[in-house]
C-alpha cells in the first residue's frame, strides 16, 4: 500500500543542529550529544525541531481508495505535509514531529509507514535516538531534502533547510512573520543578547547621526549587564534591549 521514496538521510543530526541554534550551542555538537539532545527535546516535549526532517511516501491508486480517509485525517492533523495526487495515486510528505506525534495515537496506518523507514527513523520515532553525525552549524545550507517525486511535483516536496546566520531580529521579524517555513531562533532567554552585536541601518551608518544610535546601544547593553547582575533572568532583562541585535536563524523552506 505504501512505498517509501525518500527520507532525511540524518534526521537526528540535523534535528539536533537546527535545535542548538536556539541555545548557540554548536561547540558541544557530538554524535553522543546529538541523541541525548534530541531524547531530551522529545522527553520534554519540544518537538519542534523534529519538523526539520522529512520522510516521503508513495501510495498506490489501489491503495489510496482503501485509505483515503485516513490519509485526509493524517493531513488535517499534520504539523506540516505536502501531498501530489497523480493519476488516483498520492504523494505524501510529512515531517518528523507530524509522524511521531499520529504514532503516539496509536495510527494502524502510520504505524505500516514507520515500518518502511530506516533504522535512525525508527529509533527517533520509538523516542531512542541514536548516535548521529555532527550537521556542520556554520554554514548557510544544512539539508537539502529532494524526494524522487515526479519533476512536476518537485517544488511541492522538496525542502532547503538554511541557516541565517549574523541578521538583525528585525529582519528575523519580517521572515517569521510571513510563516513560510517552521523555525528556530537564537534565544535570548539562554544566550546574551548583546553578545553578537549590532546591525547599524545604512540610513544612519551613512550620516551624522552614527553617535546617537551607539550611544543609546551602549545605554541599553550597560542596563541589560546591570540586570542580569543584579539577578533579573535574561529573558526578563532583554525587554530593553534593542531590536537591532543580531540573531542566528534557521528554516526549512521549498
Not at 531530551?40 to 519540544?46: C, F
Not at 509522524?99 to 525508527?122: A, C, F, H, N
Not at 523516542?127 to 531534502?145: C, I, R
Not at 546601544?217 to 541589560?224: F, H, L, N, R, S
Request: charged share 20%.
Amino acid at each position: 500500500m505504501f512505498e517509501l521514496i525518500g527520507c532525511t538521510e540524518n534526521p537526528v543530526g540535523l534535528i539536533a543542529a537546527c535545535a542548538r541554534v536556539s541555545h548557540n550551542s554548536f561547540a558541544v555538537s557530538s554524535p553522543q550529544n546529538n541523541a541525548r539532545l534530541v531524547s531530551k527535546l522529545i522527553e520534554l516535549g519540544h518537538l519542534s525541531s523534529l519538523e526539520f526532517a522529512k520522510a516521503t511516501f508513495y501510495v498506490s491508486p489501489n491503495g489510496f481508495r482503501q485509505v483515503r480517509e485516513e490519509v485526509v485525517e493524517i493531513m488535517a492533523d499534520s504539523h506540516g505535509w505536502a501531498a501530489s495526487l497523480d493519476r488516483g495515486a498520492v504523494y505524501l510528505t510529512l515531517n518528523a514531529r507530524t509522524i511521531y506525534e499520529l504514532l503516539q495515537r496509536r495510527s494502524d496506518l502510520v504505524g505500516d509507514m514507520v515500518s518502511l523507514l530506516p533504522g535512525p527513523w525508527k529509533a527517533l520515532l520509538e523516542g531512542n535516538p541514536e548516535p548521529a553525525p555532527v550537521v556542520d552549524g556554520n554554514v548557510y545550507l544544512m539539508d537539502a531534502y529532494k524526494p524522487p517525486v515526479p519533476a512536476r511535483f518537485l517544488p511541492r516536496h522538496s525542502y532547503v533547510t538554511v541557516h541565517f546566520r549574523r541578521i538583525s531580529r528585525i529582519a528575523a521579524n519580517q521572515i517569521v512573520r510571513h510563516r513560510i517555513a517552521s523555525y528556530m531562533q537564537e534565544s535570548q532567554r539562554y544566550c546574551y543578547a548583546t553578545k553578537n552585536g549590532v546591525k547599524v541601518p545604512p540610513s544612519i551608518n551613512n550620516s551624522h547621526h552614527t553617535g546617537t544610535f551607539f550611544a543609546a546601544v551602549a545605554y541599553a547593553e550597560k542596563a541589560y549587564t546591570r540586570l542580569i547582575e543584579a539577578g533579573v533572568p535574561k529573558e526578563d532583562a532583554r525587554f530593553i534591549y534593542p531590536s537591532v541585535s543580531y540573531t542566528h536563524l534557521t528554516l526549512p523552506t521549498n
